[in-house]
């Protein structure tokens, strides 16, 4: 009886001496799933932030590809445009008595002009006038 009282008390005093490592592996586990609460909730943001920023790149690729077929359409018409100037030019050089007039200035150039011996006998007003339908003439030619 002696011996069974001796037993229990020091199956007492082993639990009370592992009663602090207990409570110290108690607190260290809830900190651990604290930790993997906060860290799926981290993963959640950033799966949506990438979610979001992968959308934000579909909306640019978009705008990117409509730009640069916008671009692609602008060319093509200051091309027509450009061609229709050339034909213009090469009219009103050629209503100079049959002699064609050499161009005197670039046509790619935004600052370009044709300079003619005989301006200073026109009146301004009229060539552009001119050169205006006869511009809109060949434009709506080389459009069909």
Do not use: C
Request: charged share 35%; net charge negative.
């Amino acid at each position: 009886m002696l011996k069974l009282q001796i037993d229990e008390t020091i199956k007492v005093n082993e639990t009370s001496n592992f009663r602090p490592e207990i409570s110290a592996m108690r607190v260290a586990e809830s900190d651990t799933y604290m930790n993997i609460s906060r860290q799926s909730e981290e993963v959640d943001r950033s799966n949506k932030k990438a979610a979001r920023v992968a959308e934000q790149l579909e909306v640019a690729q978009a705008e990117k590809a409509e730009m640069e077929a916008e671009l692609r359409r602008v060319k093509v018409q200051s091309d027509q445009w450009r061609k229709a100037a050339e034909a213009a030019a090469a009219m009103i050089s050629a209503g100079n008595n049959g002699q064609l007039m050499e161009r005197t200035g670039s046509m790619e150039s935004h600052f370009s002009s044709i300079e003619s011996p005989y301006a200073d006998d026109l009146d301004d007003d009229l060539i552009k006038k001119k050169n205006s339908n006869m511009l809109t003439r060949l434009w709506r030619k080389s459009q069909k």
